[in-house]
């Protein structure tokens, strides 16, 4: 073969990887990582991987969090009961012990946790209106803290808006990467 | 002697389009077709590109958006006769850098817009410390807006990628320009 091989002849086949996205978030470079106490909301409900959180005051000497409501803090790497932690000995542990652990700052993931739907349409009831991901276009954290492109801080007319910019969009949810969403996460 | 260190004195050799001070994160990307063909120096700033058919992290050149920047050029005159020879563009692969870098580098809007594209004398652009840095529609380091110079539907362009830490000068850095990284 002559070298450098002709264009496209020879490279990494990047595409066989086959990478199995057996959690809500999937790491493919780490960001800053904090371990925080959840507050009792989160605590009843549980969250997913990749769930979008804020700093909250607490009673006790304990940095905690809650669901992001457009406000940036970070983002919660493990879901609290993910199918994947099933019969092993992270079931329900951080429900249990009231932990989980944040993210933060410059990384690479793949996360299931964003929002699918307008925030007009899911507001406004059926029909949905689907979200449509492009390449490179910003993300934020939604109201109730998910990845999404749309600024629900200046939509629902709060006080707190404009969000602040989380992240970029990476890769598109899509058949082969089992409609994940790509996220270059920036704060 | 006054046990100053003398700083000024430091005589980094440039030898790279990227010379790396103080470094942050990596990402390694897929680089597309038209950069595998186009080559591109250290230093360019790229942006992410989906392949609807393929599950991987790929990037482009940037066009004022930003995903980061590519530490390594495809052909730089460092990686002759050396093993690391044409190796991205071969194996279609690039190391994006992001978060605060410091570095120092040649791949910098040398002229303003205007006079790129003018078609007349070509106007330096003017670099002040502190001022903060777009990419241009190529994906350079620039101190213009170039979405709203060339009317981008998109304009203005507020996505900030940097600052100007040292201006280009020929006989303190070898025209390079010393810059932050932010985003």
Do not use: H
Request: aromatic content about 14%; charged content about 15%; hydrophobic content about 35%.
């Amino acid at each position: 073969m002559p070298f450098p091989p002709p264009t496209g002849t020879f490279k990494i086949d990047f595409g066989g990887i086959d990478l199995i996205r057996s959690r809500d978030c999937v790491v493919f470079v780490k960001g800053e990582t904090f371990e925080v106490s959840v507050d009792p909301a989160m605590l009843a409900s549980g969250w997913p991987g990749g769930q979008g959180v804020r700093w909250v005051n607490s009673s006790t000497d304990n940095f905690t969090v809650t669901y992001s409501d457009g406000r940036f803090g970070g983002y919660l790497i493990w879901g609290s009961l993910e199918s994947a932690d099933q019969y092993t000995a992270m079931t329900g542990q951080q429900l249990v012990y009231g932990n989980a652990v944040m993210v933060a700052g410059r990384g690479l993931i793949s996360t299931s946790s964003y929002e699918r739907y307008t925030y007009a349409s899911r507001l406004g009831g059926p029909p949905f209106v689907p979200l449509v991901y492009t390449a490179s276009t910003p993300l934020f954290f939604s109201l109730r803290g998910l990845w999404t492109i749309e600024d629900e801080l200046s939509l629902s007319g709060s006080p707190l808006a404009p969000a602040l910019q989380a992240g970029v969009v990476a890769q598109v949810p899509k058949d082969v990467n089992e409609f994940f969403l790509g996220v270059q996460t920036t704060l | 002697m006054s046990g100053v260190s003398p700083f000024f004195a430091n005589d980094v050799f440039r030898t790279r389009d990227v010379v790396i001070f103080v470094k942050s994160k990596t990402i390694p990307v897929m680089i597309d077709t038209s950069m595998q063909t186009g080559g591109w120096p250290g230093g360019q700033g790229v942006t992410w590109l989906d392949d609807p058919n393929n599950d991987t992290f790929q990037v482009t050149y940037s066009d004022g958006r930003f995903g980061g920047f590519l530490l390594w050029g495809s052909n730089e005159a460092s990686d002759q006769y050396i093993a690391y020879y044409k190796n991205q563009p071969t194996y279609r692969f690039a190391v994006m850098a992001v978060g605060p870098w410091v570095i120092s580098t040649t791949t910098f809007e040398q002229y303003t817009y205007a006079s790129r594209t003018g078609g007349g004398p070509l106007v330096p652009n003017v670099y002040t410390p502190g001022e903060k840095l777009r990419f241009s529609l190529r994906g350079y380091f620039t101190p213009e807006d170039e979405w709203t110079l060339s009317g981008d539907p998109r304009a203005p362009n507020e996505i900030f990628v940097a600052r100007v830490i040292q201006p280009p000068v020929p006989t303190i850095n070898n025209n390079y320009l010393e810059l932050q990284s932010m985003m």
